[in-house]
């Protein structure tokens, strides 16, 4: 991370200049143990933020413009700060999108020169996309003193993806963003958004990642899809509860009982739904009890809902966690995030960490005949302010 810092520092100096005020930002990446597409259905939640980060370096200008530079891209971009539209260029809107809902809340945005970058991987289910929009969200509330406080910057975050960006993603990567915290992973109640925290700190076991190389193209035209066959299966089972507002207020028992009623495809969705939230709840009961096995059965029990029910895995996807589930000292494996491409998530026991990695990257080398990114994460805090080094 230090690296990242000191190269964005430098590449801010070359793009924009020395400026005395200013502020620099670290803003993480995220991995979700297990509680997948639960939270825009209003249920539970395990993630945690992690030691892949981006760094920001942000300074106030006072000619109206707003210049960024996407270190990682090597790409850059302009706009005067009163004619903020969408953009085709892609990436620039996660920043746009920001600028935007504060307005929207009444906030004077300034003018403003943005340096980023860091190493969260792209594309592989660890949300660089809220590592984004929160650590600028994050900057500009400081640089501009603005007072949003953090469940506030959480909320906007998700509204600058859902109204800009034009994906209507749920709330768990925003807010495990500003959340996060060292060693503990995040249990989070999607619906009443209060949230606890549980200590994860294992010298026996490590979080694990294997990469595919698949980008997620179908992941939001498919995203938007399941939240609607959510939503369609909500009205159906509202039609005999009045009282229900999402899946969360729907027990497996109920759900079969109306099965009939709906789309076989609609009950299929809900179904994982309702289950998932069930292995979060009984995974956060693991925790207490310190049973890593039962907790890594979950994993497993969740992959397989998102295969089969939710449909969101890929064949990679399914191969590396089958992959995983032979090798000795695995607890428990699933993939992770929105699906159709990213990566798996693997609980293993820490003596068997550099046989796993090696094994995984062996696999998948045979399966595909490419190489793929396997790496040990760790718990780190969310979102926060790094001192600034005056030189
Ligand atoms: C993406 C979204 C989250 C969540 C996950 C799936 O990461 O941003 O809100 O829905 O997919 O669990």
Redo the contacts with the bound molecule.
């Keep these: 991370m230090n690296g990242h810092r000191t190269d964005i520092e430098s590449t801010f100096l070359e793009k924009v200049g020395k400026r005395r005020e200013r502020v620099v930002v670290r803003s993480p990446g995220r991995v ?1 143990l297990i ?6 259905n209003e249920g539970f ?1 395990l993630p945690a933020s992690v030691d892949k980060a981006l760094v920001f370096v942000v300074s106030p200008r006072t000619d109206g413009m707003c210049y960024f530079y996407a270190a990682d891209l090597r790409d850059e971009f302009s706009v005067p700060i009163f004619s903020i539209e969408r953009t085709r260029k892609g990436w620039p809107n996660y920043l746009l999108g920001v600028i935007e809902e504060m307005k929207k809340m009444g906030f004077d945005v300034h003018g403003c020169d943005v340096v980023f970058g860091g190493d969260i991987p792209i594309g592989a ?1 660890m ?1 660089s ?2 590592a984004v929009e929160c650590g600028f969200a994050f900057a500009l509330n400081r640089l501009f003193d603005f007072g949003i406080s953090r469940m506030d910057l959480v909320k906007l975050g ?1 509204r600058s ?1 859902n109204n800009f960006v034009g ?1 209507n ?6 807010f495990v963003n500003i959340f996060g915290e060292d060693k503990k992973v995040l249990k989070i109640d999607c619906r009443s958004l209060s949230y606890e925290y549980f200590p994860f700190e294992r010298n026996d076991l490590a979080i694990v990642l294997c990469e595919t190389e698949a980008k997620r193209s179908l ?1 939001s035209s498919e ?1 938007n899809i399941r939240r609607q066959q959510c939503e369609a299966g909500v009205r159906v089972l509202q039609n005999h509860r009045a009282e229900i507002r999402s899946l969360r207020d729907v027990s497996p028992e109920f759900l079969k009982e109306h099965r009939d009623e709906m789309e076989p495809i609609v009950f299929r969705r809900c179904a994982y739904v309702v289950e998932e939230n069930g292995r979060v709840l009984k995974a956060c009961e693991d925790l207490h009890q310190n049973d890593f096995r039962s907790f890594g059965e979950q994993m497993y029990r969740s992959h397989s809902g998102l295969r089969d029910g939710y449909q ?1 895995s890929s064949p990679d996807l399914d191969f590396l966690v089958e992959s995983a589930s032979s090798i000795d000292g695995v607890l428990g494996a699933r993939m992770m ?3 159709f491409g990213g990566c798996t998530i693997n609980l293993v026991e820490r003596e068997s960490v550099d046989a796993f990695v090696d094994e995984m990257k062996g696999r998948y080398r045979q399966r595909t005949g490419r190489a793929n990114n396997v790496y040990v994460t760790h718990i780190q805090s969310g979102t926060r302010l790094l001192p600034l080094i005056e030189s």
Excluded: F, K
């Design positions: 979700n509680g997948e597409h639960t939270d825009y939640v289910g949300s996309s809220a998700q993806e994906l993603c749920g709330i768990m990567d925003q992941a995203y969101v995030g929105a699906g």
